[in-house]
């Protein structure tokens, strides 16, 4: 309920001259003076502030009130005492309080999904006291407990907008600030609420400056314009952003309904309902893939997208997609081998892309493998090359489309509701940004061998649990 | 006793104009204020209760003179020269002035007294003081465990200062004038004038010079006074600290089973974004069928609801038993967004409702 537990239960000040200017006043009062478009030394811009200061000074009596404060996407209430002495006013403000508006849920969910698809760069997340909580790697001495604003500069102009966003609790994308201890970063956030509507802190992402856009590192640091990569140009997310934000929460929901009927978990029901549930629950999951291959085609095509370096293990990644596969392999009586137990591939490339592209692969190969069939992965190194291969009993890609399966929504002519045609460029785009490259080699009824090859790696790497 | 029709979600519209006096704000009515005027200082004809009545009537008289001594005290600081008021100036001016000229008060005061009057005859329901509050007389009050500390603070200031209002003494007893900024600001500069006439009359200082000291005597009145320590103004700091609570149902219930009628009103002002000092005079007013809607519209309780509208009889009877029943179970029948819809013109601007209330009664402009 309370913003805060600093402005919640605490007293805020100010103190108004007998033109309603401000004379003195706490940093939180000042930022909404900002966010109202005032100046920090002008008279009072809250219109209900300077109703409550006009009125305490005609009356020449302590006015105590609540106030309501009207903003664009959520609203802020306080308990005012207004006293006056003499021309001017000393004003308390206690038991501040937020609240989204009715569609703030909605906007609160559109935010978060702009800032997930921010250019790549570290995650943050604060506590209500704007203390860092977390800190994801890259963000160099930045650590745990860190005081948010003693992190960036206040150069006076995104240092000011970055302070007067998080002072009425608003989302920031791409606001360029300057780190104290040098270099610019490209900071999103939004705020994070309990279900009181208690503000419980920001969570967000810091990208190095220019990560979203070439032409946004020349952009001056002094003015923090929404990135041109995560916004389109109406001000609102690009299409692909907002089919996914619309999307993945109906689907969901639409997944869970349909597999709860299949599972008649509410009581029996005729066998043909529960086949149509089947079939919802599968189209939905099928729509969920579109969705996320939507999602991942927006952040590869963005012209600097980047991927982390890590020390990673092919054979142990070909595993765990074999395990994740499993279940969804034995339904059609295939077999999956996985890479042996003691076996150890160690490469260069992001953990969490590469074990994408290998579940992309495996899964593909379940689709299109005949019922009691085995896929093979193997994975090994040539060379300065580790390799992973997903080889399959399918009917085989012949030779002139084989390059065509990389292109974007490409199918071979096949009808089924099955895949979107996204999943195997996006696979060649991840290799190729770990610096490795996707191929296929395969003939007419021989199976399909996937090849993954990464840089291979020096060290024996660290096991992701 | 009224005769309101029960039919669910209207009112009987009266004469000329589909928007019935109560809905209009009936301060704006200088009949109304007159008739309570007379019914408070000498008439008889009102359908306000004696309970109300002589409860205004002590408000009115214990707050006049507790400002009224302030007043004196100050202007004795001010003028030592003088000799002490007490001989120069009779007894109780104000009380005395008010009994006399009681339009002096003005409606919006008058309306003020009575609503903190009928609070605290609701309140006092069943001998509520602030030891009911507790296992017994004396006893600590015991307050909801899931209210956080400084809400039980709020609440316990409020429980006392409700207490101070269902003081039953003697109505020209002193009693803390715990109003609102705007009352102090209307009762302590008639107050002064009323003084300063008297004072003027003595001839033992300039009148230029005693009107000045008065004005700051006044000043200074007015400058030690704290809205906040009154219990309409306590109760809206309650309604904002527990705002979103968790368990508000149960601090409803709570609240109106131990008669706590001043924030019962102020959490409904809160919900259905009404001023609190109106929505106190409409309850005062409003027919039962518009007291249910309120309830309705913010989501109260049918048992806080029935408490409220029972808990109002004591200043005025109302609708029949048999028709306040058929009121109560349709309560929960009835839809929030109707009750809702059905308050839109208690939310209007006072401006708006003052245009309304002035051409009621009128008829269409084009009608000759």
Known sequence: ?465 | MSAMSPVPGGYAPETGWPLPSHMLGAAREPLRQALLLERCFEGEAARWSDALIARTRRHIGGCVAAVETSLRTELEQRAPGLPPLAEIVPASIGWTAFQRWPSLLGPDLVRHFRDRAGISLMAQNDQMAWGAVGAGPGAPPEYPSFLPSIAVETLSKLTFAQARWADAGPDETSMRPDVSAEAMERLVWVLTALLADRLARTGLMPVPDMLALADQAGRAVLSAHDEQTGPFALAALLAHQVRGQEKGMELLLWLARNHHMAALIAMMADRIDMDGAILVSTIMEAPEQLLFDLCRAADFPREVAVRLVLGRRCMSRGVEDSVLIHYADAYEHGGREDAARAIIPLRLSNAFREGLAALRDRGPVDER
Not at chain 1, 403 to 428: H, N, P
């Open chain 1, 1 to 465: 309920m309370n913003a805060d537990a600093g402005m919640g239960s605490g007293v805020i000040r100010a103190r108004l001259d007998g033109q309603d200017r401000i004379c003195s006043a706490d940093d939180l009062l000042l930022r909404l003076q900002r966010a109202a478009g005032g100046d920090p030394d002008g008279c009072i811009a809250v219109p209900q502030i300077a109703a409550v200061a006009r009125l305490a000074r005609r009356l020449g009596i302590l006015i105590a009130r609540p106030l309501l404060i009207g903003g664009q996407e959520r609203d802020i209430r306080l308990w005012v005492r207004a006293k006056p002495l003499g021309d001017h006013v000393e004003m308390d403000f206690s038991d501040w309080q937020e609240s989204l508006h009715a569609d703030g849920e909605e906007q609160a969910a559109l935010r978060a999904a702009q800032i997930a698809l921010a250019p790549d760069g570290w995650e943050w997340r604060t506590d209500a006291q704007m203390r860092f909580l977390q800190v994801g790697a890259g963000s160099g001495s930045i650590a745990s407990g860190d005081e948010f604003f003693a992190t960036f500069t206040e150069d006076g102009g995104t240092g000011h907008r970055l302070a007067t966003e998080i002072a009425v609790r608003r989302s920031f994308f791409g606001l360029a600030v300057r780190l104290k201890d040098g270099g610019t970063v490209q900071l999103s956030g939004y705020p994070l609420f309990d279900n009181d509507g208690s503000f419980l802190g920001y969570r967000g992402k810091a990208s190095p400056a220019g990560a979203g856009e070439g032409e946004r590192s020349a952009a001056p640091v002094d003015d923090g314009p929404v990135a041109a990569d995560i916004i389109g140009p109406d001000g609102l997310p690009d299409f692909g952003r907002r089919l996914d934000l619309a999307l993945r929460q109906p689907l969901g929901r639409i997944i869970a309904n349909a597999e709860t009927i299949k599972a008649q978990m509410e009581g029996p029901l005729r066998t043909d309902y529960t086949a149509y549930a089947a079939d919802i629950a599968d189209a939905g999951r099928h729509l969920m893939e579109l969705v996320d291959d939507l999602a991942d085609l927006q952040a590869i095509d963005r012209a600097r997208f980047e991927v982390a370096s890590e020390d990673i293990d092919l054979a142990d990644l070909g595993r765990r997609a074999a395990g994740l596969l499993g279940v969804k392999a034995a339904d059609r009586n295939i077999r999956v081998e996985p890479p042996d137990y003691d076996e150890k591939v160690p490469a260069i490339g992001e953990f969490r892309r590469a074990l994408q592209i290998i579940v992309n692969l495996l899964n593909n190969a379940i689709r299109y493998s005949p019922e009691n069939s085995i896929i093979w992965v193997r994975a090994g190194v040539e060379g300065r090359e580790a390799r992973l291969v997903v080889a399959d009993q399918g009917r085989g890609i012949a030779p002139e489309d084989q390059e065509r399966v990389f292109e974007k929504f490409e199918r071979l002519g096949r009808q089924d509701a099955a895949g979107s045609g996204l999943g195997l460029y996006i696979s060649r785009k991840l290799a190729r940004a770990m610096r490795g490259d996707l191929t296929v080699e395969s003939a007419p009824g021989q199976g399909a061998r996937f090849i993954l090859t990464l840089p291979v790696g020096e060290v024996e790497p660290d096991i992701h649990s």
